[in-house]
Structures are given as C-alpha cells and as structure tokens.
C-alpha cells in the first residue's frame, strides 16, 4: 500500500465525502474508472483507473504519489493544488490565520479577559456615535435586502426546458432550448445527466444550449438555478441498431459494424483492437456493445431477458476477465456483473433501485469459468428479480418499488468478448432478439 501522510489521507476524505458513494472500501473497479471520468471532467488532467486504485490502496505500492498527482488530487478536492491543500490543513490544526491575510500576528487583548490592553479614559464624542450607527443601520438593511434577494423563491411555473436528439447515430448532439429569464441571477445551468460534472453554465437570457454525448443511454437533464432544480425531463439517446465502441478519454473509439457483427454473434477480435494502436497491456480496454432505444419499452415486472457471452481476454492484468450486462431502463439500470471465480470482491450489481458491492454481499455465483459459453437469464415474476447463472440461482433482489422499463441493452469486457443469443420478453412475447 502507498505509504501516506495524514495530508493525503485528509485529501481522500474530502474526495470520499465528495462523491458520496459510500465508504471506499466498497467500490469496485468500475468506480474507480468513474472517479478517473470525473477528474478528467473537472481538472483536464487524467489520472488512469490503476492509479487510482494505488492510491486508495488496493494494489501494493510503497511510494507517495507524483507532484502532478498530489496537484490534480487537491484541485478535485477543491483546493489551486497540493500546496494550498496542505497548508489550508495546517491553518485548520493550529487555529492561525495564513500569512497571505495580511492579519497583525497580535490583537492587543489579554487573552484572559478579552478586554482592552488599556482602559477607556476619552470622552465619547455623541455626535460621531450617531453617525456611525446610522452608517451601521443602513449596512445592515441593505445585506437584508441583498440576502432576500439572493434567496428569492424560485418558481419552477415560470420556467421551461426541453431537449431534442440531432440524428440516432452516436456521437449525438443535443439541442435544450429553455427559457430561465426568471431567474433571479445569471446562475443558470444545464445539467446533462444525473453526473453534477456534467453541468454547464448557460445565460439567462438565452434560449438555446447544445451539448454533445459520445456514448447511448437514457439520461436525466436538468435546468437548475443555483443549486436548484427548476425543471429535468428523460433524454433517450439512442443508436442506430448495434453500436460498438473502445473507451477512451474524453472520446471513445468506435468500432466499424463490420468489425464486430458477425452473423452468429458480436464480436471484435483483439487484432482489430491493435490495429487501431490501443495497448493491451498492462491495462486491458472496455470494448463496449449497445443497442439502445429500438424496441418498445419493457416493464420490468413482466420481463425475461437471456444470452450467452465469453471473454475472450484472459492475459495479463486482464486475468479476471472483468465483464457486465445492462439492462438499460428508464431509472436506475440492472446490471449483471461477472468475472473469473477469483475475483468476485470486486464486483458490483444494481438492480434497478441499489448498488450491491461484492465487499458486502456473497456474489461468489457470478463468478464463472469463460472458457465455455456462460448462459446469463434475468427475469422477474411481478415479486422478485432472478439472476440466473448456467441455470442456476446466482442473485435475488426485490423488484424495484417504482415503475421501470427496459429500454436498452448493453455488454461490456475489459479486454474483448462475445455474445449470441439474445433475447427480450415481456410477458412471454419476444420483443427482441439477435443472433
């Protein structure tokens, strides 16, 4: 583990408590690559995944990290860099002001009493009195005045916003057209997703925002003044049938049909990966597959989906075989996390209403050997969600208490992998199905 000073330690707190994603003993690697996102969002510097997880001590390193880690780690954090981070930390144990406050080092009070060093002996001038207190009275109204303002009520009536998709191939731009002249101030923002990185400052005045999403989904976008959500809609951002990307930061690399639709399954070989110069080693990529807005939504209390899949990348730092479905849904997805027997800790599922980190939960059945076709099924019975594995029970969850439907499916493989056989029912009608 890296060996840490309390100044790092209190750096990844503040982080942590940023985040709010739980304690990090719990997060997977998943969240990490997350984490790796958002600092690259917020401070243009990218800290890689493997990084991130030396620092917060999930593999053995016996150094602290570089100067321009500990800079980008206390800029995310909320701090110019590192040096105004450790010394804010210094000014918090000790009670002192810095030195740039140009405050005197001495008050000239007695500690003890808090009185003057000297007692009162002139004579108190009434006339000057009045003056200053008027002055004071009338300072005092007008911070009234400016905080009521500040904190008037925002009335989300007098407030619109609504989104529309250029094309249904991705990348996809995205035109908000809004109108937030209500606003009381010029602190008017769009919010693409439910990821507050993701936020932009617009006018209030304007009417028209155009935001660009590298990769499909349904989204959440919001129109917030300050820190308040005035208005927010659901944004499908679809593909064009099967989509298949490489990811990378800040722009994917997407993957030509041919490259990865065969006509008996999806998959991209590992030469087409290194022909476009992405390393293998000593980080495997996620390939990505998706096919997103094209089929009518599936509720979820009535649904039954199945496939089957292999990772095809075993070598290396790839050894767990790092793998995920996603039942893309109009809310909170349901994913179905699978790896290499060994590795099942690192795992994590939800389930279209939690998180459920294999730190605190036995996922041990979503461990499977991929050398054979792994046969995945998930499907609900109006009570209960069933993840099954080669047939058998691997997970059970309750059903989500709200409404949720399908509308989207999706594969991921650190490294690369393969699928075949899928297929989408609501209530026992196929909706979809390939390969």
């Known amino acids: 583990m890296i060996s840490e000073s309390a100044d790092l330690l209190r750096c990844k707190q503040l982080i942590e408590q940023k985040l709010d994603w739980g304690a990090s003993q719990t997060w997977t690697s998943i969240d990490f690559e997350n984490l790796q996102h958002r600092i690259l969002d917020e401070t243009g510097v990218s800290l890689s995944a493997s990084t991130l997880r030396r620092i917060w001590g999930r593999v053995d390193y016996q150094h602290m990290p570089s100067g321009t880690t500990l800079n980008t780690l206390a800029q995310f954090a909320g701090f110019a860099d590192w040096r105004k981070f450790v010394r804010s930390q210094a000014t918090e144990e000790t009670g002192t002001l810095p030195a740039e406050t140009g405050m005197p080092a001495e008050t000239g009070m007695p500690a003890e009493t808090g009185m003057p060093a000297e007692p009162l002996t002139k004579k108190i001038d009434w006339r ?22 500040k904190h008037a009520r925002v009335d989300a009536v007098e407030y619109r916003f609504t989104s529309k998709p250029v094309t249904r191939s991705i990348p996809n731009s995205v035109i908000f057209s809004y109108d937030a ?27 028209t925002h155009t935001a660009i999403y590298y990769e499909p989904g349904y989204y959440r976008a919001k129109l917030l003044v300050g820190n308040e959500v005035v208005k927010e809609h659901s944004l499908l951002v679809p593909t064009d049938g099967w989509l298949g990307i490489i990811s990378k930061t800040p722009v994917p690399v997407y993957v030509t049909p041919s490259a990865f639709i065969h006509a008996d399954r999806l998959q991209l070989p590992v030469s087409v990966i290194q022909d476009k110069n992405i390393p293998l080693q000593p980080e495997a990529p996620l390939v990505k597959y998706a096919h997103v807005g094209n089929f009518e939504p599936v509720p979820v209390t009535e649904f039954s989906f199945s496939c089957a899949l292999k990772n095809d990348y075993s070598e290396g730092a790839a050894a767990c075989q790092f793998s995920w479905i996603g039942l893309i849904t109009d809310d909170m997805p349901i994913t179905i996390p699978l790896s290499a027997k060994g590795c099942v800790s690192e795992l994590g599922l939800m389930d279209g209403s939690r998180s459920v980190s294999g730190k605190s939960a036995d996922l041990s059945r979503l461990g499977v050997d991929f050398r054979d076709w792994v046969q995945v099924s998930c499907y609900s019975d109006g009570h209960k969600l069933y993840y099954r594995i080669n047939n058998q029970i691997a997970y059970v969850a309750d059903l989500p208490v709200k409404k949720l439907s399908i509308v989207g499916i999706a594969y991921g493989f650190r490294g690369t992998g393969s699928v075949k056989a899928i297929r989408l029912q609501a209530a026992g009608k196929t909706v979809f199905h390939a390969f």
């Open 128 to 149: 000057r009195f009045g003056w200053i207190a008027g002055g004071a009275m009338m300072l005092v109204l007008l911070g009234i005045a400016a905080f009521e303002q």
């Open 181 to 207: 002249s209500a606003a009381p101030d010029d602190s008017v923002f769009i919010q693409q997703s439910w990821d507050p990185s993701r936020r932009e400052h617009v006018s209030k005045n304007g009417q």
